[in-house]
């Protein structure tokens, strides 16, 4: 029951979410909202009795965060270069307009990269690499069908954006940076280590977007 639900909730989840990032003329801040309802509040109230081990962060061993950081620094550089390289590729008008819609002005922008850099990686976390792997078992599945997810979740956000062959580059970087994020996970059995990383790659994606929105 728990494996059916780890599989089919998050499909009905993302859809939803992509029909409300996509289709409905929401604010950021309603949008969150949702995110937060489907990926934290029903998770805490229907798994609560499970007691959530993986944000128990004082069983974390050095290793884990020393690897985490490491690889927290190199993804980080890889976003940045990625970048660089395709920049040319990249409709920044398009984006812009679409941030724009978005409510996200140079105003609020360091308010909502806050958020994104410890409230949102947070949420994401907890759903992709703490609940969903937990409710998988102990299988390969665990490590892949979560990653899974967890890119085709991003399609929504990316879907204005790119091209379809940069939309499937940018898809299939986050299903392979989804995978490590969990592996750096089993040592400790929390998601800590996972936590580090992402936050280390949204920095990146942050600096992208600081260089977006005040330089181009």
Do not use: C
Not at 65 to 74: E, K, P, T
Not at 123 to 135: D, K, T
Not at 136 to 165: K, Q
């Amino acid at each position: 029951m728990k494996r059916a639900f780890g599989v089919i909730y998050p499909l009905l989840s993302i859809i939803l979410l992509l029909w409300i990032e996509q289709g409905l003329d929401f604010s950021y801040g309603w949008k969150t909202v949702a995110k937060a309802f489907l990926f934290l509040f029903i998770p805490l109230v229907l798994f609560r009795a499970g007691k959530f081990p993986f944000i128990h962060f004082r069983t974390i061993d050095r290793k884990s965060m020393r690897i985490a950081l490491a690889s927290g620094l190199a993804i980080m550089s890889v976003i940045i270069g990625a970048f660089v390289i395709l920049l040319p590729y990249i409709d920044i008008d398009a984006l812009l307009i679409d941030i724009a819609e978005k409510g996200v002005t140079s105003t609020v922008f360091p308010f909502i990269a806050f958020y994104i850099l410890f409230g949102n990686s947070l949420m994401e976390e907890f759903f992709f690499r703490g609940v969903l792997p937990s409710l998988l078992g102990a299988s390969w599945i665990r490590f892949l069908l979560p990653s899974f997810f967890f890119a085709i979740y991003h399609v929504a956000i990316f879907l204005p954006w790119f091209s379809p062959p940069l939309l499937a580059l940018a898809v299939t970087g986050l299903w392979i940076g989804g995978f490590i994020f969990q592996l750096a996970n089993e040592r400790s059995g929390t998601m800590l280590p996972s936590w580090t990383i992402h936050m280390f790659a949204d920095v990146g994606v942050l600096l992208v977007g600081v260089y977006i929105m005040y330089f181009s």
